[in-house]
Nanobody
Framework: QVQLVESGGGLVQAGGSLRLSCAASGIIFSINVMGWYRQAPGKQRELVATITSGGSTNYADSMKGRFTIGRDNAKNTVYLQMNSLKPEDTAVYYC???????????????WGLGTQVTVSS
């Protein structure tokens, strides 16, 4: 099994920055895509950004230019640098990974418990 643990959330003023981290641990054979999603109160969970093991990235349009996703494959860790934060970025941010614990297993999707990001106006 793969466990994901997020860190780095908190309270920040509008225009400020935060850096989220997510470390994968457990029995890991491979992790393909890692990413971040977020869920604001009363809203559906939405994509923030993803990154493949090869470094290809994908961002939601509203995050382009403000958020940067990065990854350290050796540490099975994904990062999210968030700049120019807005009150509407307030949400619980969830780490996501697709991977497997053994070569013969199918790819599975894993989720962290989430970290709260609050942006005050």
């Amino acid at each position: 099994q793969v466990q994901l643990v997020e860190s780095g959330g908190g309270l920040v003023q509008a225009g400020g920055s935060l850096r989220l981290s997510c470390a994968a641990s457990g029995i890991i054979f491979s992790i393909n895509v890692m990413g971040w999603y977020r869920q604001a109160p009363g809203k559906q969970r939405e994509l923030v950004a993803t990154i493949t093991s090869g470094g290809s990235t994908n961002y939601a349009d509203s995050m382009k230019g403000r958020f940067t996703i990065g990854r350290d494959n050796a540490k099975n860790t994904v990062y999210l640098q968030m700049n120019s934060l807005k009150p509407e970025d307030t949400a619980v941010y969830y780490c996501n990974a697709e991977g497997k614990s053994a070569w013969y297993e199918r790819q599975r999707e894993y989720w962290g418990l989430g970290t709260q990001v609050t942006v005050s106006s």
